[in-house]
């Protein structure tokens, strides 16, 4: 054999088993969530979970009548920093942070001036010809866990669906560039 290809296929070798090795974080205690998402015609469940330090997984999926404005095409989600949902516009603006100060860092001013880099911005969810739609999807924005990025903080969050798709423009020029009106909430709650 040649040495080089010998010399090249022992570095490989060598280099294989670290390729996965990174420090995974598990946590001690799993925290699951749960939210059930409606709106006019539209309905659907998103189940939240975080297994892994620093990693939330979220598997949503919905579903609309014809008549309803979950049409085919993309359409803008965001986890926003109120739970409630009774209106939509309760759900307040995107999630931040800790309100309360306990991270005096977090931009939690109204309006849309974070954007795309609130911690509840997601990417957009695809909806099918069926007016079915699904995202898979992990973070490591928010957290299910006590700490400063906790979605499950004193007044609680929400997923938020909106009627158009997220253009994730910085400071985007009008309200409509994230997403448009809200057309379903679902508040997240503990499993």
Request: charged fraction near 25%; include cysteine; aromatic fraction near 6%.
């Amino acid at each position: 054999m040649n040495r080089t290809v010998v010399g090249t296929a022992l570095v490989v070798a060598a280099l294989l088993p670290l390729s996965g090795c990174y420090y995974k974080g598990k946590v001690e205690k799993p925290q699951h969530s749960k939210a059930i998402i409606a709106g006019p015609g539209i309905r659907g469940e998103a189940h939240l979970y975080e297994e892994f330090e620093g990693r939330v997984r979220i598997k949503l999926k919905l579903e609309g009548t014809p008549e309803s404005k979950l049409t085919p095409g993309r359409h803008a989600i965001h986890i926003h920093e109120t739970g409630n949902c009774e209106p939509f516009s309760a759900a307040k603006g995107h999630f931040d942070g800790n309100e309360y100060e306990a991270n005096p860092n977090a931009n939690v001013s109204p309006g849309l001036g974070n954007h795309p880099y609130h911690l509840g911005d997601l990417q957009n969810l695809s909806v099918d010809n069926d007016r079915k739609g699904s995202l898979y999807t992990i973070t490591s924005r928010v957290t299910l866990s006590e700490g400063l990025n906790t979605i499950h903080d004193l007044d609680g969050s929400a997923f938020i669906i909106h009627e158009f798709e997220d253009k994730y423009l910085p400071d985007p020029p009008t309200k409509d560039a994230p997403g448009g009106p809200r057309i379903a909430c679902g508040v997240i709650v503990k499993e």
